[in-house]
T-cell receptor, first 111, second 112 residues
């Protein structure tokens, strides 16, 4: 029944490691997003994919690489994790002009 | 392009009313309102479209002033469950090429 799901929910790792976060939506939406929410609660968009095509790529370090194997999935791989990467990462999906739904979030802590 | 929300924070007693504003410097196609509780994901409240009507459900409603590019969220007779951070997200066009950009949020605390 879950509309937008993410795994894992929590991720604790050491600096320098590589990690991935997965996102899946079963709403049939065309567009999927990754947002980063830092300690100040600001929701900053990172990437957007429309039908597997990258359409938005904000100023994000190239250590972050999104991948969309199909319309329903958008994954985020992060290389060489840094302390500043600690945040909550939200996946979201929508169809243009309509409601955007967020996943439950992945809480990343880099030690 | 980021919308400006005001106030940054508001504290209410149960039963009081509040208004949260969201302003943009650009012409908007739509405004989306979300509420986020601590440790949870943002939850959709309502969407207001250019040329559309004022929306509302229960005691929460919103308006969209196209001339001013401003939306307001009205919370009347607030309940404890209204506590959280409210975000507005703005969209410049309908074609999907524009992202939904969020304001910095308004933290609402409702006390007994």
């Amino acid at each position: 029944d879950t509309a937008v799901s993410q795994t894992p929910k929590y991720l604790v790792t050491q600096m320098g490691n590589d990690k991935s976060i997965k996102c899946e939506q079963n709403l049939g939406h065309d567009t999927m997003y990754w947002y980063k929410q830092d300690s100040k609660k600001f929701l900053k968009i990172m990437f957007s994919y429309n039908n597997k095509e990258l359409i938005i790529n904000e100023t994000v370090p190239n250590r972050f690489s999104p991948k969309s194997p199909d319309k329903a999935h958008l994954n985020l791989h992060i290389n060489s994790l840094e302390l500043g990467d600690s945040a909550v990462y939200f996946c979201a999906s929508r169809t243009a002009g309509e409601t955007q739904y967020f996943g439950p979030g992945t809480r990343l802590l880099v030690l | 392009q980021q919308p400006v929300q005001s106030p940054q924070a508001v504290i209410l007693r149960e039963g009081e009313d509040a208004v949260i504003n969201c302003s943009s410097s650009k012409a908007l196609y739509s405004v989306h309102w979300y509420r986020q509780k601590h440790g949870e994901a943002p939850v959709f409240l309502m969407i207001l479209l250019k040329g559309g009507e004022q929306k509302g459900h229960d005691k929460i409603s919103a308006s969209f002033n196209e001339k001013k590019q401003q939306s307001s969220l009205y919370l009347t007779a607030s309940q404890l469950s209204y506590s959280g951070t409210y975000f507005c997200g703005t969209e410049l066009s309908r074609d999907g090429s524009e992202k939904l950009v969020f304001g910095k949020g308004t933290k609402l605390t409702v006390n007994p």
